[in-house]
């Protein structure tokens, strides 16, 4: 995959209304443990996937790791102080397993825990609501090494790891969602095996995706049963996904991606059951036996919100017979059963990533998954955007960010109005942190960091951003 060194500008902020949101909407901002802690091993904690295939060799570009990170462990307090100059009614974080559960079962380590309620009760002093995220992607390494997410014991795992985690912050945590993203950690975890644990195996990546969910289920119950008040849900990252022309081929592609990339989640949590037709896409990649009498309905027991992550859409097209793949899905595959399907670029504006700007399809998403799938409420819990930034004379100007977030925010008022109970939205990232496989290569921050000194900038989004929260909206432009 190809990424510009200078990604076209997504336009110019130029007569656009004011927006105002619904009273109360949740204004935040989300990182992930992992992409900004550092404090590898430190205060008890063991490593997890991701430090192991960090420090694999080829694994993740120039080498990086998240040993360091943004130092947050260390800078807990002057971190939540830059929350609250930007006026952040709610900062999403995740709990690292490994610092507060080392090795993944048996008692909880006091000072892993100790460090996330000094976090919780700094934000709450700060007046900021914590939304606690249960896992993004740092599974202890033993029990990978004991067979991973592929392995049904893992989802049990999780469920007791839930537990020690809910007694110690189920007092002073309203918001919980238990996975986040868990198509990356199944797919591209163990199929593609460009994350941690850089497994590749279609089946394991079906499995691991199955016993995720069964382990969200377990996690919801033992919340519930743990603290009966918290509000409680799952984070889902969703595409639209369009076939490239009107050929029947393309239609049929996109109806597989979106099995895969949508309907392998939504349709279990919110439904109790997978979709026929993904079912019969895997037929050559698994039986499903890994499925067990009941599973199905622990994976859809009853959540309180859903959690989407919105970032781009796909565009595919039926496969060429003979033709080479498209390098960035070149085998091996993430799309098991799927893997001949050809993503198709359509030459519009991309950010750094080289993914394609696209703020109606969050609108397209918000309505889908309510209209199809849930009258809960919604939140965007990650949206947002890695550009290559420019530290001049102390400011970067990051005009491209900050054009995104007032899109798409465009779009989720749109969606909004359109009867989509959206309750809030989080903006990825807080700060620039590891980019998992890309390192520190790709900043999505709204805060600069620089990794040797560790100074903070708030970058032009970011005071943007604090306007918008200030406003409850957008300013005319
Ligand atoms: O950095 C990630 C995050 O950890 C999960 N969602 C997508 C972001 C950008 O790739």
């Known amino acids: 995959m190809s990424n510009p060194a200078s990604p076209p500008a997504v336009g110019v902020l130029e007569d656009r209304p004011p927006l105002t949101f619904p009273p109360g909407f949740l204004w935040g901002a989300a990182t992930a443990a992992y992409q900004i802690e550092g404090a590898a091993a430190e205060g008890g904690r063991t490593p997890s996937i991701w430090d192991t295939f960090s420090h694999t060799p080829g694994r993740v570009v120039e080498g990086h790791t998240g040993d360091v990170a943004c130092d947050h462990y260390h800078r807990l307090g002057p971190d939540v102080a830059l929350m609250a100059e930007l006026g952040l009614k709610s900062y999403r974080f995740s709990v690292s397993w490994p610092r507060v559960q080392p090795g993944g079962s048996g008692p909880a380590n006091g000072e892993g825990l100790d460090f996330y309620r000094r976090l919780v009760d700094e934000l709450l002093g700060h007046g900021i609501e914590p939304w606690l995220t249960l896992y993004h992607w740092d599974l202890p390494q033993p029990l990978e090494d004991a067979g991973g997410w592929p392995a049904r014991d893992t989802a049990a795992r999780f469920a007791d790891y839930t537990t020690l985690v809910a007694d110690a912050l189920g007092d002073r945590v309203r918001y919980w969602t238990t996975l986040n993203e868990p198509w990356c950690s199944a797919f591209l975890g163990y199929g ?40 409680v849900g799952v984070t889902v990252n969703l595409y639209p996904v369009t076939p490239a022309s009107d050929a029947p081929a393309d239609a049929d592609a996109a109806r597989r991606i979106d099995a895969l990339a949508n309907r392998f989640f939504l ?66 595959s993430c799309w098991p059963g799927s893997e001949d399907v050809r993503f198709v670029t359509r030459g519009v504006p991309v950010t750094d990533m080289n993914w ?66 959206l309750r809030g939205y989080f903006a990825w990232s807080l700060m620039d942190n590891f980019e998992w496989a890309w390192g520190y290569t790709k900043r999505f921050g709204m805060i600069h960091v620089d990794y040797d000194s560790q100074a903070r900038i708030p970058k032009s989004s970011a005071r943007w951003y604090a306007e918008v929260i200030r406003r409850n909206g957008l300013a005319a432009q």
């Open 267 to 332: 349709d279990p949590l919110l439904r109790g059951s997978y979709p026929a037709d993904l079912m019969a896409d895997l037929a050559d990649v698994t039986d499903f036996g890994h499925v067990r009498d009941g599973d199905l309905a622990t994976i859809s027991t009853p959540l309180d919100l859903v959690g989407v992550n919105y970032y781009s859409r796909h565009v595919v097209a039926a496969p060429v017979p003979g033709a080479e793949p498209e390098p960035y899905w070149r085998a091996p």
């Open 356 to 421: 394609e700007i696209d703020a109606p399809g969050l609108v397209e998403t918000l309505r889908r998954v309510h209209e199809e799938y849930t009258k809960l409420p919604l939140y965007v819990t990650e949206n947002g955007s890695a550009f290559v930034d420019e530290v001049v004379d102390g400011r970067v100007d990051d005009v491209d960010r900050l054009a995104y977030f007032d899109a798409h925010l465009r779009a989720a008022h749109e969606a909004i109005e359109a009867g989509v109970p």
């Open 192 to 231: 593609s095996g460009v994350h941690a644990p850089g497994r590749s195996d279609g089946a394991d990546a079906v499995r691991a995706g199955h016993h995720l969910m069964l382990g969200h289920g377990l996690a919801v119950q033992a919340l519930r049963a743990a603290r009966p008040t918290a509000e």
